[in-house]
């Protein structure tokens, strides 16, 4: 990196809630927001948050026929640029991505088109995903690019890696990034249990049904959620600056199937050396793993952190035991975490695990990847 990246608002909409203030004491309890639908278990928005996101639906026209992963896209970008003192109508770039996209909604028109042999006026332009960051620049009315992507579930941390190398381009000052994902819908949960990484459990039988960063556990727990997150970033060290991104790193590794990640994650090896760059590795307070509550996918994470934390390892931590895996806004959702702790100088720990808390926290290391072993490390400081 050029300069460091200084991070000016982050806003978003979760199970924990939408405000700073309700986030925050909802990661302070030891409780997880999963609740079951249709015999499954999922982490969704609360009753208010549905209603808000339903009032924006209904608030235009256009919105009406929108999927919610647009919506909720639009809502969190509406926080955000209010909270970082953003106009709207100015020249700031947008990157906005999804693993799933509209997948509610393409289930729907899909569902009719076999029925009736006929495809909806709208089904294309709505479903792809290239709508969410247009969606979210039609609405704040902004000039500056707007781009969308989909890394699977390193999705969010790819477009603030592109937001950041915008800027220190020098073709852009200001980028909105972040990840939106509505994926609890009966196919998309499907399509996880065919891959057998699906918690089995019911909300009765296990205090803690998704066991992310548990290496002792015997089967797989990972479960989806719901969210949208966004982030405003600025260059260099800004007063009003939240936390400073001062290194970056990424990296993919050979494919052996389609969900593949080696038994000791070298691309997560090769993201974080390159995030370290010469900064002494003891010198990284905590890591925010990706851990989704899989044996292999936890287990190959922390094998790469154990490779490049050989000599001490940092406290590790995870939001998925609590919200689940949003997949695509998952890595966003883990920056906001390392936000509040850096800003709150409490360290969030997982309540099954002993894990001893840092005297203080000034680096935090935050991890994500995706189907095809696409990995990112973003390091954020105080």
């Not at 970008?77 to 393409?106: C, D, E, H, Y």
């Not at 260099?236 to 936390?243: E, F, I, M, S």
């Not at 044996?295 to 050989?310: L, P, Q, T, V």
Request: net charge positive; proline share 3%; with cysteine.
């Amino acid at each position: 990196m050029n300069q460091p990246i200084s991070i000016t608002a982050i806003s978003s909409i979760s199970p924990l809630g939408k405000t700073p203030e309700r986030i925050w004491n909802n990661y302070l309890t030891d409780s997880h927001f999963f609740t079951e639908k249709d015999g499954v278990l999922v982490a969704s928005f609360s009753k208010e948050l549905k209603a808000d996101i339903e009032q924006l639906r209904q608030s235009n026209l256009k919105y009406k026929s929108l999927d919610n992963s647009v919506l909720y896209a639009i809502f969190a970008s509406r926080q955000v640029i209010k909270n970082a003192g953003w106009k709207a109508k100015a020249n700031f770039g947008i990157n906005i991505g999804s693993s799933r996209g509209a997948t509610a909604l393409f289930e729907s028109y899909h569902e009719e088109f076999l029925k009736n042999n006929k495809a909806e006026t709208l089904s294309s332009p709505t479903t792809t995903l290239g709508n969410i960051s247009s969606w979210v620049a039609h609405d704040l009315q902004t000039k500056g690019p707007e781009i969308s992507h989909s890394i699977t579930c390193s999705t969010a941390l790819h477009a603030m890696l592109n937001g950041i190398a915008w800027i220190n381009s020098g073709m852009c000052n200001k980028f909105l990034v972040g990840g939106s994902e509505a994926p609890l819908t009966a196919f998309t949960i499907a399509q996880m249990q065919a891959l057998k990484i699906y918690s089995r459990s019911n909300q009765n039988e296990e205090a803690y049904p998704n066991q992310a960063l548990n290496l002792n556990k015997i089967e797989n727990t990972m479960i989806l959620g719901e969210g949208a997150a966004m982030a405003c970033l600025e260059s260099g060290v800004t007063k009003n600056a939240l936390a400073k991104i001062i290194s970056i790193g990424y990296a993919t590794e050979i494919l052996e199937h389609n969900a593949s990640l080696s038994t000791n994650a070298l691309c997560f090896q090769r993201s974080m050396s390159m995030a370290l760059g010469d900064l002494n590795p003891e010198d990284i307070d905590v890591i925010i793993t990706h851990t989704p509550g899989t044996i292999k996918g936890d287990k190959a994470e922390i094998n790469a952190i154990s490779k490049i934390f050989c000599n001490k390892t940092p406290s590790l931590t995870t939001n998925k035991w609590k919200i689940g895996h949003s997949l695509g806004a998952s890595g966003i959702l883990s920056i906001e975490m390392a936000v509040l702790m850096l800003q709150h100088q409490k360290f969030i720990s997982v309540p099954y695990l002993k894990t001893e808390a840092p005297k203080h926290i000034k680096h935090i290391l935050v991890n994500a990847v995706g189907f095809g072993g696409n990995a990112v490390s973003i390091l954020l400081s105080k």
